[in-house]
């Protein structure tokens, strides 16, 4: 009986110890899945930075108009604000690896052409393709997320994604400036095209996650039924495009506000507003910590009121250039807390895993349109009130309006379940 004992005692000795390595390693298998997730997210997002440092060298030697530079520079945002949806449904029944693989074997190829093309129309075609193969990464790379897990790490993990886009459009912009001066511009897209094909080589480690597949109904019944189902991710992509508008806007006029109220030059008022942009992205780590401690969505999309706030102090031209940097600072961090809140949300507006590509898919499409309508509006306004005291007020419409969407958008506060794992 002694022995049988001492047996009984070893065993539940090692077996928490074991237990803790277990979780150890899946933790360890988490991280490394989704830090290449995230990179691809990033370097994906670089297609819409790094053509502003390298537009007046493009300018030079391909011998383009302004109008036709400024076309190749937004020209991702525009594929995005029209295709996000339609591309969505179009990969839904494929692999989401597979996907992420392609779109960014695309996208490394696309640039690879860019980078040796000697022509506006060539370098159109190039960055078109490009454009696809992006708006397949956004759309494929959290569905391969929502496999990783669940629970707090899910929850970590879609928050900190909604931080890539401007991380991936700083790098595009300030690594795009320092090497494109040592390598010139091919170069500089060579090398941008380089790394996104050997991110999708190490994408290939990542596990297979099969395509959700739904039993097919009566045309009318489905549409019907589709319809019901997209209507409060549809509601999350329009307060999504309301927000990202809002960030567009500020980031897009505040150089000239800079410039124009503080006599900054135009290069220092641009570099210091880059900088603001970055420090933002603080605020989507925020989200990250406080979902993970339970804050409700919810409450956090409550930060969107903090933007037109800080914009009435960032362009009110009073109390001086600290102030006005300050102000913007706090439009940043709001912004980009909110930006990853809603990423973070979207499985709380699906009733059904099939439809998470769908929602995805939809906040790509309404973000784009949010931050390709937004920034020329406000400009209106502030032509037509002859002053940069108009921005606050306008974003403050804009804001409350996204807020109201994005409130009705979440079924529940927080990741008790999601709808998603109940209709599943």
């Not at 080589?201 to 039993?215: D, I, Q, S």
Request: charged content about 15%.
């Amino acid at each position: 009986m002694t022995e049988d004992a001492e047996v009984a005692r070893h065993e539940r000795e090692i077996r928490p110890a074991s237990e803790d390595l277990a979780k150890e390693r899946a933790a360890r298998a988490f991280r490394w899945k989704f830090c290449l997730i995230y990179l691809a997210g990033v370097l994906a997002a670089t297609s819409m930075g790094k053509m502003t440092p390298i537009s007046t060298a493009l300018r030079e030697d391909l011998s383009l108009s302004l109008a036709q530079a400024a076309l190749l520079t937004s020209l991702v945002t525009a594929v995005a604000a029209v295709l996000g949806l339609f591309v969505s449904y179009l990969i839904r029944p494929l692999p989401p690896r597979h996907m992420l693989i392609s779109g960014l074997v695309v996208m490394g190829l696309a640039g690879l052409f860019c980078a040796r093309t000697d022509s506006f129309g060539a370098m159109l075609g190039g960055r078109l393709v490009e454009s696809v193969g992006y708006v397949v990464v956004v759309i494929a790379a959290p569905v391969l997320l929502f496999g990783l897990g669940d629970g707090k790490r899910l929850t970590w993990a879609l928050a900190i994604w909604g931080t890539f886009m401007p991380v991936g459009l700083a790098l595009g912009s300030f690594a795009g400036g320092m090497l494109s001066t040592w390598l010139d511009w091919r170069g500089w897209l060579t090398v941008a095209a380089v790394a996104t094909l050997v991110v999708a080589v190490g994408v290939t480690r990542l596990p297979a996650v099969a395509a959700k597949r739904e039993e097919r109904k009566s045309p009318h019944s489905d549409q019907a039924a589709t319809v019901r189902r997209l209507a409060r991710p549809v509601s999350l992509g329009a307060g999504f495009a309301a927000i990202s508008g809002t960030i567009v806007a500020c980031v897009t006029l505040y150089p000239a506000c800079l410039h124009e109220e503080f006599g900054l030059s135009t290069e220092s008022a641009g570099t210091l507003t880059g900088v603001v942009s970055l420090a933002g992205v603080a605020g989507g780590y925020l989200a990250s910590w406080l979902l993970v401690r339970g804050i409700t969505v919810k409450f956090l999309f409550m930060a969107a009121l903090l933007m037109p706030a800080g914009a009435f102090a960032a362009f009110a031209g009073m109390g001086g250039l600290g102030v006005s940097v300050g102000s913007a600072l706090v439009v940043a961090l709001a912004n980009e807390l909110v930006v990853a809140t809603v990423f973070a949300a979207v499985p709380l507006t699906v009733r059904a895993t099939a439809d998470l590509g769908a929602a995805n898919g939809l906040v790509a499409q309404f973000g784009s349109i949010g931050a390709l309508a937004t920034p020329p509006l406000v400009g209106l306004a502030v032509t037509a009130a002859e002053g940069w005291w108009a921005v606050g007020p306008c974003l403050l419409a804009v804001c409350v309006a996204g807020l109201v969407l994005l409130q009705i958008a979440v079924r529940q506060p927080s990741y008790g379940k999601t709808n998603a794992e109940e209709a599943g």
